[in-house]
């Protein structure tokens, strides 16, 4: 069947929906800037696994003092790529460590839409981190 959603996804139906859903990522990320203490992340997890992973972040992010309303998750859901976002945050090394822990557990992976990056280098496997792609970061 059909993957199961995170609560209130959004899914462009048509063009106009499309155009007003980049306006809404755009604004995102103008809100998020403002804020303090911020974690953005990009990761994919499989789609049927969106859900799960999405109230497990919740649990997480909120542990590591960012309330509701700092928790943001948008992206590219047929691709699995997710955009994630946490502000407010006390503790941003152990969120970042507790998120990707929550990632390879929903069999989702670090590298994703924008790539491996520098800061995620020491959260690759052996294998991942000698590939040409993570050579390339360095």
Known sequence: GDPVLPEHSLLAQQRSD??????YRELQTETIARKSQVLKMDCTVPTGAIADFVAALKSVSVL???A????????HLAASNLHLAFANCT????LETDVIELIHRHAGNTHAEHGVGKAKL???S??????RRAQNCR
Do not use: M
């Open 18 to 23: 499309a155009e007003r859903f980049w306006k």
């Open 64 to 66: 590591q003092g960012s």
């Open 91 to 94: 503790n941003v090394a152990k």
């Open 126 to 131: 052996p294998i991942e981190r000698t590939s």
């Open 122 to 124: 020491p959260y690759l």
């Open 68 to 75: 509701d309303e700092d928790f943001y998750v948008f992206g």
